[in-house]
């Protein structure tokens, strides 16, 4: 059976400090795929990053980052110096038979 | 340009009615989704549809049905619509049915049933 956990349901930071996301993931299937996605307060899912399950590199894109680890079977999200414009809801998920499975989110809110 | 669009964007409508929500993407891709958002924020898998076939079909009742006339429109018409139908309902499309296939997701359309 596949499943994701987001333990973190909201969580709240001042702008500039750093906020790291978790997502820990089960999965038989030694074939997978991980994804980030983000929702802002407007609605839409806006997808942030695809790795799969062969590729452990940490991957860093301006002010974020993610850290992959399959002994941990986590793919946790970093995001450094936050901003307000951060703020939404986090959604990671996993892909290893036919259906994407979603995380129950983490809700980020960077105050000024 | 809007790679997927859904339409309407807001839903209200009564108990009992049938309403349709339309997905069209214009980014050439072979599958598209229709995704269920609760109000607590959580986002399941309702069908899936690869070049106009049904390939996924979760536990959801009857009075749900996709329809796509081709690969590039996705439509859910609801029957008899229900409180507990109302929901962000979203449209989403990837090149393909596989795995890795990153899925582009639309704006979202809120059903609100009174």
Partial sequence: ?????????????????????????????TTYYLFWYKQPPSGELVFLIRRNSFDEQNEISGRYSWNFQKSTSSFNFTITASQVVDSAVYFCALRSTGKLIFGQGTELSVKP | DTAVSQTPKYLVTQMGNDKSIKCEQNLGHDTMYWYKQDSKKFLKIMFSYNNKELIINETVPNRFSPKSPDKAHLNLHINSL?????????????????????????????????
């Fill in chain 1, 1 to 29: 059976a596949q499943k994701v956990t987001q333990a973190q349901t909201e969580i709240s930071v001042v702008e500039k400090e750093d906020v790291t996301l978790d997502c820990v993931y089960e999965t038989r299937d």
């Fill in chain 2, 82 to 114: 229900e409180l507990g139908d109302s929901a962000v309902y979203f449209c989403a499309s990837s090149q393909d049915s596989s795995r890795g296939s990153i899925q582009y997701f639309g704006a979202g359309t809120r059903l609100s049933v009174l």
